[in-house]
């Protein structure tokens, strides 16, 4: 037997926010397949600075760069399945962006290190996603739900 709508738990605003995300990291990832959304898709390259492509010509992408986004839309939906998961999503999430966004600067765009690839304009969304994730972590949650006790 199901439970009504009118009588299921409502999700936390915190659940909501990793839901949110996840289903957005999955449409990016799946959109990095895309060509015409993904500029010069022809140069898609599995994991190189040498991809040529870039989603909506501006984010450079790889197959590896598309998969980690559909990786990561899909830990966003299982994890929003309780607020302990979703806290922990959204701020180990951010934390990984912003690890991200460092290596981003720190190893050069056509260095061999960028396997990724990445661009100036990815990292700097990689840092706007992670003070986005981790602020929307802290705020969203309450101290009782990233425990699990009440």
């Known amino acids: 037997m199901t439970t009504p709508a009118s009588h299921r738990a409502a999700r936390a605003p915190v659940q909501q926010a990793a839901l ?10 799946a959109l990095g397949f895309v ?6 898709y022809g140069s898609l390259e599995f994991a190189s600075h040498e991809s040529g492509a870039e989603l909506f010509g501006l984010f450079q992408v790889s ?24 806290y922990s999503y959204l701020l180990v999430g ?7 966004w460092v290596y981003g600067l ?39 739900t990233r425990t699990g006790a009440r």
């Open 63 to 86: 197959i590896l760069h598309n998969l980690v986004h559909l990786a990561y839309g899909l830990a966003g939906l299982i994890l929003a399945g309780t607020a302990a998961g979703a």
């Open 106 to 144: 720190s190893v050069g765009h056509d260095s061999d290190a960028n396997f990724v690839p990445l661009n100036t304009a990815d990292d700097w969304l990689h840092f706007v996603l992670g003070i986005a994730m981790i602020g929307l972590a802290l705020a969203l949650s309450r101290r009782g």
């Open 20 to 29: 949110l995300l996840g289903l957005v990291f999955l449409v990016v990832g």
């Open 94 to 100: 951010g934390a990984v962006y912003l690890v991200l």
């Open 35 to 40: 060509p015409g959304i993904t500029t010069d």
